[in-house]
Protein backbone atom coordinates (compact mmCIF):
# COMPACT_ATOMS: atom_id res chain seq x y z
CA UNK A 1 0.00 0.00 0.00
CA UNK A 2 1.23 3.45 -1.14
CA UNK A 3 2.41 5.20 2.16
CA UNK A 4 1.41 9.10 3.37
CA UNK A 5 3.89 11.73 4.04
CA UNK A 6 2.41 12.83 7.24
CA UNK A 7 -0.28 10.80 8.77
CA UNK A 8 -2.62 12.79 11.85
CA UNK A 9 -4.30 10.85 14.29
CA UNK A 10 -7.52 12.69 15.95
CA UNK A 11 -9.37 15.88 14.00
CA UNK A 12 -9.43 17.93 17.05
CA UNK A 13 -8.16 21.36 17.93
CA UNK A 14 -4.54 20.65 17.28
CA UNK A 15 -5.22 17.72 14.10
CA UNK A 16 -7.34 20.69 12.21
CA UNK A 17 -4.54 23.37 12.51
CA UNK A 18 -1.93 20.36 11.61
CA UNK A 19 -3.78 19.03 8.69
CA UNK A 20 -4.20 22.50 7.49
CA UNK A 21 -1.19 23.86 7.57
CA UNK A 22 0.54 20.88 6.46
CA UNK A 23 -1.20 20.02 3.46
CA UNK A 24 0.04 23.67 2.89
CA UNK A 25 2.54 22.10 0.92
CA UNK A 26 0.86 20.70 -2.70
CA UNK A 27 3.68 18.29 -2.48
CA UNK A 28 3.18 16.88 0.75
CA UNK A 29 0.01 14.06 1.59
CA UNK A 30 -1.45 14.29 4.62
CA UNK A 31 -3.92 11.78 5.64
CA UNK A 32 -6.23 12.98 9.01
CA UNK A 33 -7.73 9.94 10.89
CA UNK A 34 -10.92 11.23 13.22
CA UNK A 35 -12.72 8.26 15.26
CA UNK A 36 -16.35 10.25 15.28
CA UNK A 37 -18.30 11.46 12.26
CA UNK A 38 -17.52 14.29 9.87
CA UNK A 39 -20.17 16.83 8.98
CA UNK A 40 -20.13 19.50 6.48
CA UNK A 41 -20.94 23.43 8.42
CA UNK A 42 -24.38 23.43 6.70
CA UNK A 43 -25.08 19.80 8.10
CA UNK A 44 -23.70 20.28 11.76
CA UNK A 45 -26.60 18.87 13.79
CA UNK A 46 -27.94 21.43 15.96
CA UNK A 47 -26.17 20.84 19.24
CA UNK A 48 -22.64 20.93 17.75
CA UNK A 49 -23.80 24.38 15.70
CA UNK A 50 -25.06 25.90 19.15
CA UNK A 51 -21.99 28.05 20.76
CA UNK A 52 -24.64 29.09 23.31
CA UNK A 53 -24.59 25.80 24.86
CA UNK A 54 -22.13 22.77 25.30
CA UNK A 55 -22.68 19.68 23.82
CA UNK A 56 -21.85 16.93 25.96
CA UNK A 57 -23.73 13.81 24.78
CA UNK A 58 -23.86 13.11 21.37
CA UNK A 59 -20.56 12.83 20.00
CA UNK A 60 -18.83 11.96 23.41
CA UNK A 61 -16.35 9.48 24.14
CA UNK A 62 -18.37 8.55 27.15
CA UNK A 63 -15.21 8.99 29.60
CA UNK A 64 -15.38 8.84 33.11
CA UNK A 65 -13.31 10.25 36.02
CA UNK A 66 -13.39 10.33 39.44
CA UNK A 67 -12.51 14.09 40.61
CA UNK A 68 -11.73 13.22 43.98
CA UNK A 69 -11.63 10.41 46.40
CA UNK A 70 -14.68 11.07 48.24
CA UNK A 71 -17.12 11.11 44.50
CA UNK A 72 -18.27 8.89 42.44
CA UNK A 73 -17.31 8.60 39.01
CA UNK A 74 -18.84 10.82 37.05
CA UNK A 75 -18.89 12.24 33.32
CA UNK A 76 -15.43 13.88 31.76
CA UNK A 77 -16.78 14.77 28.47
CA UNK A 78 -14.52 15.00 25.43
CA UNK A 79 -15.41 15.93 21.86
CA UNK A 80 -15.81 12.39 19.06
CA UNK A 81 -16.33 14.16 15.67
CA UNK A 82 -14.45 15.63 13.71
CA UNK A 83 -13.77 19.21 15.41
CA UNK A 84 -13.07 17.58 18.64
CA UNK A 85 -13.53 18.63 21.83
CA UNK A 86 -13.30 22.05 20.17
CA UNK A 87 -16.84 20.99 18.58
CA UNK A 88 -18.44 20.62 21.53
CA UNK A 89 -17.34 23.51 24.14
CA UNK A 90 -17.66 26.21 25.82
CA UNK A 91 -15.96 28.82 22.85
CA UNK A 92 -14.06 30.51 25.61
CA UNK A 93 -11.12 31.74 23.80
CA UNK A 94 -8.12 32.65 26.34
CA UNK A 95 -4.55 32.65 26.20
CA UNK A 96 -3.69 32.66 29.57
CA UNK A 97 -0.41 34.41 30.63
CA UNK A 98 3.02 35.04 29.85
CA UNK A 99 4.62 33.11 32.83
CA UNK A 100 2.20 30.69 31.65
CA UNK A 101 4.58 29.83 28.83
CA UNK A 102 7.62 31.04 30.84
CA UNK A 103 7.97 29.47 33.44
CA UNK A 104 7.56 25.76 31.39
CA UNK A 105 11.70 26.96 30.97
CA UNK A 106 11.60 25.05 27.41
CA UNK A 107 13.75 25.87 24.59
CA UNK A 108 11.24 27.72 22.24
CA UNK A 109 8.17 28.14 24.53
CA UNK A 110 8.80 31.15 25.93
CA UNK A 111 5.79 33.53 25.53
CA UNK A 112 7.67 36.09 23.06
CA UNK A 113 7.95 32.63 20.55
CA UNK A 114 4.45 31.67 20.96
CA UNK A 115 2.90 35.09 20.56
CA UNK A 116 3.38 34.98 17.04
CA UNK A 117 1.29 32.19 16.73
CA UNK A 118 -1.10 33.12 19.30
CA UNK A 119 -2.04 36.23 16.78
CA UNK A 120 -1.65 33.92 13.54
CA UNK A 121 -4.76 31.67 14.43
CA UNK A 122 -6.85 34.66 15.14
CA UNK A 123 -9.13 36.90 13.76
CA UNK A 124 -10.11 39.24 16.55
CA UNK A 125 -12.78 40.93 15.42
CA UNK A 126 -12.89 43.73 18.27
CA UNK A 127 -9.18 44.44 18.05
CA UNK A 128 -7.81 43.59 15.10
CA UNK A 129 -4.28 43.97 14.22
CA UNK A 130 -2.33 45.35 17.10
CA UNK A 131 0.33 44.50 18.56
CA UNK A 132 -0.73 41.61 20.66
CA UNK A 133 -4.37 40.57 18.53
CA UNK A 134 -4.36 39.98 14.66
CA UNK A 135 -7.19 40.26 12.54
CA UNK A 136 -6.90 38.09 9.70
CA UNK A 137 -6.60 34.33 11.17
CA UNK A 138 -8.81 31.51 10.91
CA UNK A 139 -10.69 31.45 14.19
CA UNK A 140 -12.64 34.63 14.56
CA UNK A 141 -13.11 35.74 18.36
CA UNK A 142 -15.20 38.68 19.62
CA UNK A 143 -16.86 39.57 22.90
CA UNK A 144 -20.44 39.78 24.03
CA UNK A 145 -20.80 43.56 23.97
CA UNK A 146 -22.89 44.54 27.36
CA UNK A 147 -25.97 45.03 25.29
CA UNK A 148 -26.34 41.21 24.97
CA UNK A 149 -25.01 40.56 28.44
CA UNK A 150 -28.24 38.09 30.56
CA UNK A 151 -29.22 39.60 33.63
CA UNK A 152 -27.18 37.46 35.75
CA UNK A 153 -24.11 38.18 33.69
CA UNK A 154 -24.51 41.93 34.16
CA UNK A 155 -25.67 41.77 38.12
CA UNK A 156 -21.96 39.71 38.33
CA UNK A 157 -20.23 42.35 36.41
CA UNK A 158 -21.77 44.77 38.36
CA UNK A 159 -21.30 42.55 41.68
CA UNK A 160 -17.17 42.23 40.67
CA UNK A 161 -17.33 46.23 40.60
CA UNK A 162 -18.64 46.97 43.73
CA UNK A 163 -16.09 44.52 45.31
CA UNK A 164 -13.60 46.25 44.02
CA UNK A 165 -12.07 44.55 41.23
CA UNK A 166 -10.96 45.89 38.18
CA UNK A 167 -12.50 45.92 34.65
CA UNK A 168 -10.54 44.26 32.23
CA UNK A 169 -11.01 45.30 28.41
CA UNK A 170 -9.17 42.76 27.09
CA UNK A 171 -8.98 39.58 28.28
CA UNK A 172 -6.25 37.79 26.63
CA UNK A 173 -3.78 40.94 26.75
CA UNK A 174 -0.11 40.39 28.84
CA UNK A 175 -0.79 41.20 32.08
CA UNK A 176 -4.57 41.57 32.06
CA UNK A 177 -6.60 40.67 35.26
CA UNK A 178 -10.20 41.76 36.65
CA UNK A 179 -13.88 41.34 35.11
CA UNK A 180 -14.82 41.71 31.38
CA UNK A 181 -16.59 40.11 28.54
CA UNK A 182 -15.53 36.61 27.67
CA UNK A 183 -13.05 36.37 24.20
CA UNK A 184 -14.92 34.16 22.71
CA UNK A 185 -15.11 31.88 19.27
CA UNK A 186 -18.78 32.40 18.39
CA UNK A 187 -20.34 33.91 15.90
CA UNK A 188 -24.00 34.59 16.03
CA UNK A 189 -24.02 32.20 18.90
CA UNK A 190 -22.84 29.51 16.01
CA UNK A 191 -20.01 28.02 17.58
CA UNK A 192 -16.51 28.26 15.48
CA UNK A 193 -14.57 24.81 16.09
CA UNK A 194 -11.51 23.93 15.06
CA UNK A 195 -12.43 21.96 12.37
CA UNK A 196 -14.88 25.13 11.00
CA UNK A 197 -12.21 27.52 10.87
CA UNK A 198 -9.22 25.21 9.35
CA UNK A 199 -10.84 22.31 7.63
CA UNK A 200 -12.65 24.99 5.61
CA UNK A 201 -14.21 23.51 1.66
CA UNK A 202 -10.99 24.97 0.07
CA UNK A 203 -9.03 22.75 2.21
CA UNK A 204 -10.74 19.63 2.07
CA UNK A 205 -10.90 20.25 -1.38
CA UNK A 206 -6.73 19.75 -1.98
CA UNK A 207 -5.66 16.77 -3.64
CA UNK A 208 -3.09 16.17 -1.58
CA UNK A 209 -5.44 15.94 1.70
CA UNK A 210 -7.81 13.08 2.75
CA UNK A 211 -10.06 13.23 5.84
CA UNK A 212 -11.19 9.53 6.99
CA UNK A 213 -14.06 10.23 9.76
CA UNK A 214 -15.20 6.74 11.60
CA UNK A 215 -11.99 5.33 11.99
CA UNK A 216 -10.38 4.58 15.03
CA UNK A 217 -7.10 4.19 15.36
CA UNK A 218 -6.31 1.16 17.76
CA UNK A 219 -2.08 1.68 18.05
CA UNK A 220 0.97 2.60 16.30
CA UNK A 221 2.64 0.10 13.71
CA UNK A 222 7.01 -0.26 14.13
CA UNK A 223 9.63 -1.19 12.15
CA UNK A 224 12.25 -1.50 14.64
CA UNK A 225 12.49 1.34 16.81
CA UNK A 226 10.76 3.40 13.77
CA UNK A 227 6.80 4.68 13.86
CA UNK A 228 5.61 3.61 10.02
CA UNK A 229 2.00 3.75 10.47
CA UNK A 230 -0.81 2.63 12.87
CA UNK A 231 -3.51 -0.02 13.28
CA UNK A 232 -6.78 1.57 12.56
CA UNK A 233 -10.36 -0.18 12.34
CA UNK A 234 -13.00 1.15 9.95
CA UNK A 235 -15.82 0.01 8.64
CA UNK A 236 -15.35 -3.06 10.92
CA UNK A 237 -12.15 -4.00 9.10
CA UNK A 238 -8.36 -3.61 11.10
CA UNK A 239 -6.08 -2.51 8.35
CA UNK A 240 -2.67 -1.05 8.69
CA UNK A 241 -2.16 2.27 7.48
CA UNK A 242 1.39 3.34 6.40
CA UNK A 243 3.13 6.78 6.94
CA UNK A 244 6.62 8.32 6.74
CA UNK A 245 5.65 10.07 10.00
CA UNK A 246 2.52 9.66 12.59
CA UNK A 247 1.37 13.15 14.85
CA UNK A 248 -0.52 11.92 18.22
CA UNK A 249 -3.30 14.62 18.34
CA UNK A 250 -5.85 12.11 19.69
CA UNK A 251 -6.62 15.00 22.84
CA UNK A 252 -5.22 14.43 26.95
CA UNK A 253 -7.17 11.30 27.37
CA UNK A 254 -6.44 9.72 24.24
CA UNK A 255 -3.31 10.08 22.94
CA UNK A 256 -1.92 8.12 26.11
CA UNK A 257 -3.90 5.26 25.26
CA UNK A 258 -2.55 4.63 21.93
CA UNK A 259 0.72 5.18 23.32
CA UNK A 260 0.45 2.74 26.27
CA UNK A 261 -1.27 0.32 23.52
CA UNK A 262 1.30 0.58 21.38
CA UNK A 263 4.10 -0.07 24.15
CA UNK A 264 5.17 3.19 25.34
CA UNK A 265 4.19 4.11 28.70
CA UNK A 266 5.11 3.48 32.34
CA UNK A 267 5.87 -0.62 32.28
CA UNK A 268 4.02 -1.16 34.60
CA UNK A 269 0.80 0.13 32.35
CA UNK A 270 1.91 -1.91 29.50
CA UNK A 271 2.78 -4.75 31.73
CA UNK A 272 -1.10 -4.96 33.01
CA UNK A 273 -2.41 -4.35 29.54
CA UNK A 274 -0.58 -7.53 27.74
CA UNK A 275 1.49 -5.20 25.73
CA UNK A 276 5.39 -5.99 25.03
CA UNK A 277 6.93 -3.05 26.33
CA UNK A 278 8.67 -0.80 23.65
CA UNK A 279 9.86 2.08 25.78
CA UNK A 280 9.28 2.95 29.46
CA UNK A 281 7.90 6.40 30.10
CA UNK A 282 6.93 6.80 33.47
CA UNK A 283 5.35 10.03 33.24
CA UNK A 284 2.57 9.07 30.51
CA UNK A 285 -0.61 9.23 32.31
CA UNK A 286 0.03 12.11 34.62
CA UNK A 287 -2.83 14.51 34.49
CA UNK A 288 -3.59 18.03 34.98
CA UNK A 289 -6.78 19.80 35.22
CA UNK A 290 -8.31 22.97 36.37
CA UNK A 291 -10.37 21.79 39.75
CA UNK A 292 -13.97 23.77 39.66
CA UNK A 293 -17.12 24.28 42.28
CA UNK A 294 -19.90 25.90 41.40
CA UNK A 295 -23.00 27.26 43.60
CA UNK A 296 -26.25 26.94 41.93
CA UNK A 297 -29.35 29.57 42.31
CA UNK A 298 -32.77 30.01 41.87
CA UNK A 299 -33.49 32.96 40.15
CA UNK A 300 -35.20 35.89 41.69
CA UNK A 301 -37.55 38.09 39.20
CA UNK A 302 -35.09 37.73 36.25
CA UNK A 303 -36.37 35.59 33.03
CA UNK A 304 -33.87 32.56 32.60
CA UNK A 305 -33.94 30.30 29.56
CA UNK A 306 -32.64 27.34 29.10
CA UNK A 307 -31.77 28.86 25.35
CA UNK A 308 -29.79 31.42 27.28
CA UNK A 309 -26.02 31.38 26.40
CA UNK A 310 -24.28 29.59 29.28
CA UNK A 311 -21.06 32.30 30.15
CA UNK A 312 -20.52 35.41 28.52
CA UNK A 313 -18.13 37.15 31.38
CA UNK A 314 -15.41 36.52 33.46
CA UNK A 315 -13.72 37.67 36.56
CA UNK A 316 -9.90 36.46 36.62
CA UNK A 317 -7.83 37.15 40.00
CA UNK A 318 -5.50 36.17 42.28
CA UNK A 319 -6.09 35.15 46.07
CA UNK A 320 -3.15 33.39 46.16
CA UNK A 321 0.85 34.16 47.22
CA UNK A 322 2.34 32.40 44.30
CA UNK A 323 4.17 34.17 41.20
CA UNK A 324 1.03 34.03 39.16
CA UNK A 325 -1.59 37.02 37.43
CA UNK A 326 -4.53 34.96 38.10
CA UNK A 327 -4.85 31.67 40.19
CA UNK A 328 -9.08 32.00 39.92
CA UNK A 329 -11.30 31.93 37.17
CA UNK A 330 -14.78 33.10 38.12
CA UNK A 331 -17.63 33.18 35.75
CA UNK A 332 -21.73 33.49 35.67
CA UNK A 333 -23.67 30.38 34.32
CA UNK A 334 -26.57 32.25 32.77
CA UNK A 335 -28.01 28.18 32.76
CA UNK A 336 -27.25 25.18 34.29
CA UNK A 337 -25.91 22.47 32.48
CA UNK A 338 -25.61 18.82 32.75
CA UNK A 339 -24.61 15.90 30.15
CA UNK A 340 -28.11 15.04 29.66
CA UNK A 341 -30.35 17.92 30.59
CA UNK A 342 -30.07 21.99 30.98
CA UNK A 343 -31.77 23.43 33.45
CA UNK A 344 -33.36 26.90 33.97
CA UNK A 345 -31.48 28.59 37.02
CA UNK A 346 -28.49 30.57 37.10
CA UNK A 347 -25.06 29.59 38.52
CA UNK A 348 -21.48 30.81 40.23
CA UNK A 349 -18.35 29.19 39.41
CA UNK A 350 -14.87 28.94 40.45
CA UNK A 351 -11.82 26.88 38.87
CA UNK A 352 -8.16 27.03 40.08
CA UNK A 353 -6.17 28.15 37.62
CA UNK A 354 -2.45 26.90 38.77
CA UNK A 355 -3.67 24.20 41.02
CA UNK A 356 -0.47 21.86 42.45
CA UNK A 357 -2.62 18.55 41.99
CA UNK A 358 -1.95 15.67 39.54
CA UNK A 359 -4.01 13.25 38.95
CA UNK A 360 -3.15 10.06 36.78
CA UNK A 361 -4.83 8.18 33.78
CA UNK A 362 -4.59 4.42 33.74
CA UNK A 363 -5.00 2.35 30.75
CA UNK A 364 -6.28 -0.88 31.86
CA UNK A 365 -7.00 -2.85 28.37
CA UNK A 366 -5.37 -3.34 24.87
CA UNK A 367 -9.04 -2.59 23.60
CA UNK A 368 -9.49 0.90 22.02
CA UNK A 369 -13.11 0.95 23.62
CA UNK A 370 -12.36 -0.03 27.05
CA UNK A 371 -12.50 3.53 29.08
CA UNK A 372 -9.03 4.18 31.04
CA UNK A 373 -9.37 4.75 34.59
CA UNK A 374 -9.24 8.56 35.23
CA UNK A 375 -8.44 9.21 38.92
CA UNK A 376 -8.34 13.53 38.89
CA UNK A 377 -7.25 13.85 42.03
CA UNK A 378 -8.95 17.30 42.42
CA UNK A 379 -8.01 19.36 45.39
CA UNK A 380 -5.55 16.70 47.01
CA UNK A 381 -3.02 19.13 48.54
CA UNK A 382 -3.37 21.46 50.95
CA UNK A 383 -2.23 24.40 48.72
CA UNK A 384 -5.36 23.58 46.41
CA UNK A 385 -7.53 23.64 49.33
CA UNK A 386 -7.51 26.82 50.81
CA UNK A 387 -7.41 28.39 47.24
CA UNK A 388 -10.73 26.31 46.57
CA UNK A 389 -12.15 27.68 50.04
CA UNK A 390 -10.74 31.16 49.29
CA UNK A 391 -12.92 31.23 45.48
CA UNK A 392 -15.88 29.79 47.16
CA UNK A 393 -15.78 32.06 49.92
CA UNK A 394 -14.95 34.68 47.20
CA UNK A 395 -18.30 33.53 45.28
CA UNK A 396 -20.55 34.02 48.45
CA UNK A 397 -19.41 37.38 48.96
CA UNK A 398 -19.74 38.23 45.32
CA UNK A 399 -23.49 36.28 45.69
CA UNK A 400 -24.49 39.15 49.09
CA UNK A 401 -23.65 42.17 46.95
CA UNK A 402 -26.61 44.28 46.45
CA UNK A 403 -26.37 43.63 42.68
CA UNK A 404 -26.53 39.75 42.68
CA UNK A 405 -28.79 39.36 45.98
CA UNK A 406 -31.75 40.59 44.25
CA UNK A 407 -31.01 38.37 41.10
CA UNK A 408 -31.05 35.02 43.04
CA UNK A 409 -30.85 32.71 46.40
CA UNK A 410 -28.40 30.28 46.31
CA UNK A 411 -30.33 26.74 46.85
CA UNK A 412 -26.58 24.67 46.85
CA UNK A 413 -25.27 24.28 48.74
CA UNK A 414 -27.48 25.18 51.68
CA UNK A 415 -26.91 28.91 53.16
CA UNK A 416 -25.05 27.31 56.85
CA UNK A 417 -22.54 25.52 54.59
CA UNK A 418 -21.91 28.47 52.60
CA UNK A 419 -21.62 30.94 55.90
CA UNK A 420 -19.41 28.41 57.68
CA UNK A 421 -15.79 27.98 57.01
CA UNK A 422 -15.93 24.46 58.54
CA UNK A 423 -18.60 22.83 56.87
CA UNK A 424 -17.43 24.56 53.75
CA UNK A 425 -14.10 22.76 53.54
CA UNK A 426 -16.14 19.48 53.85
CA UNK A 427 -18.36 20.63 51.37
CA UNK A 428 -15.77 21.21 48.59
CA UNK A 429 -14.18 17.72 48.22
CA UNK A 430 -17.57 16.24 47.68
CA UNK A 431 -18.73 18.50 44.97
CA UNK A 432 -15.53 19.31 42.96
CA UNK A 433 -15.24 18.73 39.26
CA UNK A 434 -13.20 19.11 36.43
CA UNK A 435 -12.63 21.80 34.05
CA UNK A 436 -13.00 19.77 31.14
CA UNK A 437 -9.27 20.31 30.05
CA UNK A 438 -7.33 17.33 30.87
CA UNK A 439 -3.89 17.95 29.92
CA UNK A 440 -0.39 17.29 30.41
CA UNK A 441 -0.51 13.42 29.89
CA UNK A 442 2.59 13.47 28.38
CA UNK A 443 4.66 15.81 29.40
CA UNK A 444 7.07 18.05 27.15
CA UNK A 445 10.42 18.43 29.14
CA UNK A 446 9.76 14.31 30.92
CA UNK A 447 7.89 12.46 28.74
CA UNK A 448 9.22 14.12 25.25
CA UNK A 449 11.27 16.77 24.35
CA UNK A 450 10.47 20.36 23.10
CA UNK A 451 9.20 18.83 19.81
CA UNK A 452 6.68 16.57 21.00
CA UNK A 453 9.49 13.06 20.11
CA UNK A 454 9.62 10.51 22.40
CA UNK A 455 13.13 9.23 23.28
CA UNK A 456 14.60 6.25 21.35
CA UNK A 457 10.93 6.04 19.60
CA UNK A 458 11.75 7.65 15.47
CA UNK A 459 8.88 8.85 13.20
CA UNK A 460 6.70 9.98 16.07
CA UNK A 461 5.76 13.17 17.24
CA UNK A 462 2.36 13.85 19.98
CA UNK A 463 1.34 17.31 19.12
CA UNK A 464 -1.37 18.10 21.44
CA UNK A 465 -2.86 18.84 24.96
CA UNK A 466 -0.82 15.92 26.37
CA UNK A 467 2.18 17.81 25.64
CA UNK A 468 1.63 20.64 28.63
CA UNK A 469 4.33 20.62 31.29
CA UNK A 470 2.08 23.04 33.39
CA UNK A 471 -1.61 23.81 32.70
CA UNK A 472 -2.37 27.59 31.38
CA UNK A 473 -4.23 29.63 33.78
CA UNK A 474 -6.89 29.98 30.79
CA UNK A 475 -8.96 27.57 29.31
CA UNK A 476 -6.84 25.52 26.89
CA UNK A 477 -8.25 25.20 23.55
CA UNK A 478 -6.50 27.93 22.12
CA UNK A 479 -3.25 27.47 24.03
CA UNK A 480 -3.85 23.65 21.99
CA UNK A 481 -4.17 25.68 18.81
CA UNK A 482 -0.92 27.87 19.02
CA UNK A 483 0.53 24.94 20.13
CA UNK A 484 -0.05 22.89 17.27
CA UNK A 485 0.72 26.24 14.75
CA UNK A 486 3.88 26.02 16.58
CA UNK A 487 4.31 22.38 15.45
CA UNK A 488 2.91 23.28 12.07
CA UNK A 489 6.05 25.28 11.62
CA UNK A 490 8.44 23.02 12.62
CA UNK A 491 6.95 20.18 10.96
CA UNK A 492 6.98 22.18 7.60
CA UNK A 493 10.36 22.92 7.42
CA UNK A 494 11.49 19.37 9.40
CA UNK A 495 10.55 16.02 7.42
CA UNK A 496 11.24 13.63 9.74
C1 LIG B 1 -17.64 20.35 27.38
C2 LIG B 1 -16.33 21.03 27.15
C3 LIG B 1 -16.25 22.42 27.26
C4 LIG B 1 -15.03 23.04 27.04
N1 LIG B 1 -14.99 24.41 27.00
C5 LIG B 1 -13.85 25.03 26.63
C6 LIG B 1 -13.83 26.43 26.40
O1 LIG B 1 -14.86 27.11 26.46
N2 LIG B 1 -12.65 27.00 26.07
C7 LIG B 1 -11.50 26.28 25.98
O2 LIG B 1 -10.45 26.89 25.76
N3 LIG B 1 -11.49 24.95 26.15
C8 LIG B 1 -12.65 24.31 26.43
N4 LIG B 1 -12.66 22.95 26.51
C9 LIG B 1 -11.40 22.22 26.27
C10 LIG B 1 -10.94 22.23 24.80
O3 LIG B 1 -11.99 22.13 23.89
C11 LIG B 1 -9.96 21.07 24.59
O4 LIG B 1 -9.02 21.10 25.62
C12 LIG B 1 -9.25 21.12 23.27
O5 LIG B 1 -10.17 20.92 22.24
C13 LIG B 1 -8.21 20.01 23.25
O6 LIG B 1 -7.70 19.84 21.99
P1 LIG B 1 -7.00 18.47 21.56
O7 LIG B 1 -6.62 18.61 20.13
O8 LIG B 1 -5.92 18.16 22.53
O9 LIG B 1 -8.16 17.37 21.73
P2 LIG B 1 -9.56 17.27 21.06
O10 LIG B 1 -10.00 18.59 20.54
O11 LIG B 1 -10.47 16.59 22.01
O12 LIG B 1 -9.32 16.35 19.79
C14 LIG B 1 -8.98 14.98 19.85
C15 LIG B 1 -9.57 14.28 18.63
O13 LIG B 1 -8.98 13.00 18.49
C16 LIG B 1 -9.97 12.05 18.21
N5 LIG B 1 -9.48 10.75 18.67
C17 LIG B 1 -9.16 10.41 19.93
N6 LIG B 1 -8.74 9.13 19.97
C18 LIG B 1 -8.77 8.67 18.70
C19 LIG B 1 -8.45 7.41 18.11
N7 LIG B 1 -8.01 6.37 18.85
N8 LIG B 1 -8.61 7.28 16.78
C20 LIG B 1 -9.05 8.31 16.01
N9 LIG B 1 -9.37 9.51 16.53
C21 LIG B 1 -9.23 9.69 17.87
C22 LIG B 1 -11.17 12.56 19.00
O14 LIG B 1 -12.40 12.01 18.56
C23 LIG B 1 -11.07 14.05 18.77
O15 LIG B 1 -11.71 14.44 17.59
C24 LIG B 1 -13.86 22.28 26.74
C25 LIG B 1 -13.95 20.89 26.64
C26 LIG B 1 -15.17 20.27 26.82
C27 LIG B 1 -15.25 18.79 26.65
Known sequence: MEQVDTLIVGAGASGAVLANRLSADPNHNVLLLEAGPDYLPEQLPPDLANGKQNAMSSHDW???????????????????VVGGSSQVNTCIALRGQPLDYDEWGLDGWSWEECLPAFKRLENDLDFGDTEEHSGSGPLPVRRHPQSEWKPWTAGFMEACDMLGFPYCPDTNAAGSTGFGAHAMNKIDERRISAAEAYLTPDVRARENFTLSPLTLVHRLVYEGSRVVGVKAERHGRIETIRAKRVLLCGGAVATPGILVRSGIGPATDVAHIGVKLKKHVPDIGRLLDHPGNALLFKPRGIEVSVDDPIIQCVLQTKVGHGPYTNDLQIQAGNIIPTKWKTFAGVVLMVSLQKPAHVGRIRVVSSDPRVRPHVQSALNSNQPDRDLALRGVELLGELANTKALRKLGRCIYPTRPVLRSRRLLKRWIPTASDSGYHPSGTVPMGSAADVRGRIEGIDGLRVCDASLFPTIPSSNIHIPT???????????SDDRD
Not at 75 to 80: I, S, Y
Open 62 to 80: GFKHRPTPYMPLIPLPRGK
Open 481 to 491: LMLAERFAQWL
